[in-house]
């Protein structure tokens, strides 16, 4: 966890993501979907993690989308 090796997918909805980011950080958390499954947020999903309240700007910036970059090196 501290190399920054740690990543964690969070659905739209999750209920305490504004804790857990406070807790543990902006760096680890990973926008999800399970979409095509019933029950999900699909297609306001994205716009739902942004309309959080209690996220920061920069929290939202990346878990939308640069931590999976960093994840996943190979897309930049």
């Known amino acids: 966890m ?3 090796r740690l990543f964690h997918s969070v659905d739209p909805g999750e ?3 504004e804790h857990c980011v406070r807790e543990l950080g902006e760096d680890i958390w990973l926008f999800a979907t399970d ?5 999900v947020a699909w297609p306001d999903g994205a716009q739902k993690a942004v309309d959080r309240p209690g ?8 878990i939308l989308g640069a ?10």
């Open 15 to 17: 209920r305490y993501i």
């Open 67 to 76: 931590n999976a970059q960093r994840l996943f090196t190979r897309l930049e």
């Open 35 to 39: 979409y095509p499954h019933t029950g």
């Open 55 to 62: 996220l920061a700007e920069s929290a939202k910036k990346k």
């Open 2 to 4: 501290a190399e920054g």
